[in-house]
């Protein structure tokens, strides 16, 4: 199905592995220019070529920075001072008690998961706004809504762009611009996929029976039963950018796998 997207300009934060980088490639299969974006400047020339070489047809560009120095992020705007499409993927999480959690740890994830998104939309929404077309794409976690204790620091952030994305979709009445949240539920990154090898190094047994195994002792309240792949992220996130999803405005968007028990 054609998106309606060829030859947009979609600036996708940490898009060098897991779900950023699989929305960036589901956008570049819709024809859009996408810049890659990550702090390891290897790892973004990599995913460019990668790119450039699956979509021909796409000018994938290096927009390598850490979006939480104020600097590197002033030198990204000043090389791409337009994009058509935000989506801000970068996040850091880890598994952390509240007692563990100080004041250093607080300041550093709402810095990285909120904060330097803040900053782009401040940026990049005023210029969609004229253009009168944007589409800006948080993406939060089932821990937003249904928070399991485990990692404190990292829901109370993910509940903040939630309520980022509703603030600011306030400012695009009338307009075609959107601002919207999607709710991952778990999903195979490379991290967890290395984690689920490492719990069960079983060479004889493959990973799908790894990863049922996992889903059964540990995530028993997933209806699918396994983890979500990050492609399956990428093509929501890419009919949330196009312009047939123009009725979505501050909404969160749940592909949890059924994860969240409530019916709203």
């Not at 994938?60 to 920075?65: F, G, I, K, Y």
């Not at 999480?93 to 401040?122: C, F, G, P, Q």
């Not at 929404?125 to 937003?144: C, D, K, Q, T, V």
């Not at 991952?184 to 991290?191: D, Q, R």
């Amino acid at each position: 199905m054609d998106m309606g997207l060829k030859s947009k300009i979609a600036l996708v934060t940490g898009s060098t592995k897991g779900i950023g980088k699989a929305i960036a490639l589901e956008l570049a299969r819709e024809g859009v220019h996408v810049l890659i974006n990550g702090r390891n400047n290897d790892d973004v020339e990599r995913t460019v070529a990668e790119i450039q070489l699956e979509f021909p047809g796409t000018r994938p560009q290096n927009a390598a920075a850490d979006l939480t120095d104020e600097q590197q992020r002033e030198a990204i705007f000043a090389k791409f001072p337009h994009v058509d499409i935000l989506v801000n993927s970068m996040g850091i999480y880890e598994i952390m008690s509240y007692d563990d959690a100080d004041d250093t740890v607080w300041e550093k994830y709402i810095r990285t998961n909120v904060l330097a998104a803040n900053n782009l939309i401040k940026f990049y929404m005023p210029s969609m706004l004229r253009s009168e077309y944007g589409r800006i794409i948080f993406i939060a976690s089932e821990e937003a809504v249904m928070p399991s204790g485990q990692m404190p620091q990292y829901c109370v952030t993910k509940s903040m762009l939630l309520s980022l994305s509703k603030s600011m979709s306030k400012l695009t009445r009338g307009t075609e611009v959107t601002v919207n949240t999607i709710l991952p539920g778990p999903t195979l990154s490379e991290k967890v996929q290395q984690i689920i090898e490492s719990i069960d190094p079983n060479e004889g047994e493959t990973f799908e029976d790894k990863e049922k195994d996992f889903m059964t002792k540990n995530l028993p309240q997933s209806e699918i039963q396994r983890f979500i792949r990050p492609a399956e992220i990428g093509r929501l996130a890419a009919f949330i950018c196009s312009p047939m999803a123009s009725a979505f405005k501050g909404s969160p968007i749940r592909m949890d796998g059924g994860m969240v028990p409530t019916i709203f």
